[in-house]
């Protein structure tokens, strides 16, 4: 029963390096999303996918990349890390089944850190 | 565009008073769902509920319940006799399909609840 597994849990990166962060599911689901979480500003969406080579922008893509390549694994790219950036990323799956009725299912975060 | 407003930041109350979360959504969509999410202190997010835009029904589980009213846009979520262990960020969250039928789930800014024991 892993249900979305997010890798790294932690990590600390100095400005300007690269990294990405990884998604996996095993629900077969067809949706999958990449949220940032800061205080007092809720969760917010990155970047989503509807399905395995599709991606789409949410509310806050600029600085960021995606990629789904194979329907269980999205992964979110940073190129050149911010302090900004810094933040815990969640990822989460829904199924495609039922559509945008179904809830999501989340990772359990990975807590960026850029110095 | 769809918009969640979360106006209470944080609440504290005493074991066992009952408290309410306000939820207020924004969409021209008229089909779309509504949920709840519980973030405990651990940091996963936990569901806690789904309701359709044509189901108004309230819903009762346990100590929880939800009122949904489409006529002031809200989905209010009750804990009654609240416990220690309800103490986390509740979020709410709406999901609408996008003019290209992409799925979209928008969530608010969170309640932190506090339970003073």
């Known amino acids: 029963n892993a249900g979305v597994t997010q890798t790294p849990k932690f990590r600390v990166l100095k400005t300007g390096q690269s990294m990405t962060l990884l998604c996996a599911q095993d629900m077969n689901h067809e949706y999958m999303y990449w949220y940032r979480q800061d205080p007092g500003m809720g969760l917010r969406l990155i970047h989503y996918s509807v399905g395995e080579g599709t991606t789409a922008k949410g509310e806050v893509p600029d600085g960021y990349n995606v990629s789904r390549l194979k329907k269980q694994n999205f992964l979110l790219g940073l190129e050149s890390a911010a302090p900004s950036q810094t933040s815990v990323y969640f990822c989460?799956?829904?199924?495609?089944?039922?559509?945008?009725?179904?809830?999501?299912?989340f990772g359990q975060g990975t807590r960026l850190t850029v110095v | 565009a769809q918009k969640v407003t979360q106006a209470q930041t944080e609440i504290s109350v005493v074991e066992k008073e009952d408290v309410t979360l306000d939820c207020v959504y924004e969409?021209?969509?008229?089909?779309?769902?509504l949920f709840w999410y519980k973030q405990p202190p651990s940091g996963e997010l936990v569901f806690l509920i789904r309701?359709?835009?044509?189901?108004?029904q309230n819903e009762i589980s346990g100590r929880y319940s939800w009122n949904f009213q489409k006529s002031t846009s809200s989905f209010n979520f009750t804990i009654t006799a609240s416990q220690v262990v309800d103490s986390a960020v509740y979020f709410c969250a709406l999901s609408v399909i996008s003019n290209f039928g992409n799925e979209k789930l928008t969530f608010g800014t969170g309640t932190r609840l506090t339970i003073i024991p």
């Open positions: 309701r359709n835009s044509f189901d108004e």
């Open positions: 969409t021209r969509d008229t089909t779309y769902y």
């Open positions: 989460a799956s829904r199924s495609g089944t039922g559509g945008f009725e179904t809830e999501a299912f």
